[in-house]
């Protein structure tokens, strides 16, 4: 079974500031799909950004980037410029690529992000 | 908005009853997922259908049932419920339900028992 964990509960930074979101997993499979969902109080899950395992790459998405390290199977979040909008709960989560296991997200227990004015 | 559409939004009932969430997917989107969050258990995958049919599950429990109906909306069916039960339900959908797509989320059914 694959496992995503957060191990920082709670993060704060300052507005403008960046902050850097940590996530490992662990899977034994080499066809799979990383996330960040955000979680503002509304509660609404919000998709920050996606990569794929098989892309060296890492995915951007404006202000906020990951840095997949595929062999520590590290999937960290980096937000940039961070702004007050940004305060929320953070997931990271892990989806396998083929197979029954389609749309399966395994989600971590997720950071709240605090941004300060 | 995501499109995702969930109701109710808040549920209050008792131990021992039976309550049906329902999801109205993005329009277009064949897929549609079922998850739970609770303070205990976090955010859990309950159940997958993609075109009125079962394709994955998850750590859902025998009391709990779901269906995907012809027109894509989705109902999940709670019964015999316990003060355990009380989380917030998430629906999802996507287009083909892969790894390619991109799943959004509902605002969420809150339900509480009591």
């Known amino acids: 079974a694959q496992t995503v964990t957060q191990s920082q509960p709670e993060m704060s930074v300052q507005e403008a500031e960046t902050v850097t979101l940590s996530c490992t997993y662990d899977t034994s499979e080499n066809n799979y799909y990383l996330f960040w969902y955000k979680q503002p109080p509304s509660r609404q899950m919000i998709l920050v950004i996606r990569?794929?395992?098989?892309?060296?790459q890492n995915a951007t998405e404006n202000r906020f980037s990951v840095n997949f390290q595929k062999a520590a199977k590290s999937f960290s979040l980096k937000i940039s410029d961070s702004q007050l909008g940004d305060t929320a709960m953070y997931f990271c989560a892990f989806m396998l690529g083929g197979g029954t296991s389609y749309g399966k997200l395994t989600f971590g227990q997720g950071t709240i992000l605090t941004v300060h004015p | 908005d995501s499109g995702v559409t969930q109701t109710p939004k808040h549920l209050i009932t008792a131990t021992g009853q039976r309550v049906t969430l329902r999801c109205s997917p993005r329009s277009g989107d064949l897929s549609v997922y079922w998850y739970q969050q609770s303070l205990d258990q976090g955010l859990q995958f309950l159940i997958q259908?993609?075109?009125?049919?079962?394709?994955a599950k998850g750590n859902i429990l025998e009391r709990f049932s779901a269906q995907q109906f012809p027109d894509l909306h989705s109902e999940l069916n709670l019964s015999s419920l316990e003060l355990g039960d009380s989380a917030l339900y998430f629906c999802?959908?996507?287009?083909?339900?892969?790894?390619?797509?991109?799943?959004?989320f509902g605002e969420g059914s809150w339900l509480t028992v009591v």
């Open positions: 259908y993609y075109n009125g049919e079962e394709r």
């Open positions: 990569q794929e395992a098989y892309k060296q």
């Open positions: 999802a959908s996507s287009v083909l339900g892969t790894g390619l797509d991109t799943i959004y």
